[in-house]
């Protein structure tokens, strides 16, 4: 039986309405304002959140689409490919966590707002010495946590946070409640503003669902995974048309034979990204056995693969590509954002390793 291994016609539909979004939200301009001006990421937020994006894996009980993780991914994809700013997985990872957990009261209290938008999530896994999986995870506390929580993404005007505890277990912190502290973390990509969280003596609500913190962080991977593709696709899409129009010599550099080549390398490279990503997608609704092997196959892989295309984009743009305006660098950041968030690739590699029974 032949299968048919594609986005579905609803699929690729969305994705070309969230990219016409996209262009206008996010030409050149504002993304680089958005270096300066947060405002701006949380505006991109607010357009995704009119159509509807926060609330697409959400049940349709609690307000949202009840789609899966494939249809959010390819949502993710396009985000990368436009460099936007503003909050996206981690509030969706905390919605998630929160349909998921089991918890009826706490589905009740805060699916909904959450889908539609009227409250911001987001999640603290990092514990300290960037170790990211939930066996590597130390914070516990009775009924309140003291501790402190690095690289929180968009935390600061956030509702809610869902925090890794001690024994894989998860807490959800309300981050207006007494004892926790936001601060802000320098961040090489802007576009993704991270935080630092202290907890001192806050209360939270335990989640105790075994398994959920590997899924919940398989998940984000798939998620960055779709991000690496479609930033890495606009690197090789951008630099494809600027070799067409830059003279040099009297005709265009992409005549020439040297880039030509390290542009047809850079194809080769990228064009399997779609697919490794589609099928970690895929796995994490349908294959749970694989979930895990190929998240962390289709993170390490892309993330490798779209630093390797920002930094040759760079690098064929000449010396205008080293500029702040002319905006390569915006990709660049992003591709090295992917590659280290949630674990370098040769962490992931090791975890595939594992996973495989090497």
Known sequence: MAMDFDLSENQRAFQESVGAYLADACPRGPILAAFEDAAIGLAVWRGLAEMGVPGLMTPAEFGGSGLELLDLAVVAEVLGRYGAPGPFAEHLVATACIGWCGNDGLKKRWLPDLASCELRATVAFADSGERWMPANWTLSG?????????????????????VGLEGGKLGVVELSAPGVAVEAQHTFDATRRLYEVTLDGAAYELIDSPGLGERLIDMWLVLLAADACGGAAQCIEATTAYVKERVQFDVPIGR???VKHQLADLALLTEP?????????????????????????????????YVSAARRAIELHGGIGYTWEQGS???????????????????HRARVAQLSGW
């Open 142 to 162: 009775a009924g309140v946590l003291t501790g402190r929580r690095r690289f929180v993404p968009w935390a600061d005007g956030a509702d809610l946070m869902i």
């Open 329 to 347: 660098h915006v990709w660049l950041r992003r591709a090295l954002f992917d590659r280290q968030f949630l674990g370098t690739p040769p962490r």
């Open 273 to 305: 990204l779609a697919g490794l990503y589609w099928y970690a997608a895929h796995a994490f609704d349908h294959e749970p056995r694989r979930a895990s092997l190929a998240a962390s196959l289709a993170k390490s892989h892309t993330a490798d693969a």
């Open 256 to 258: 020439f034979q040297a």
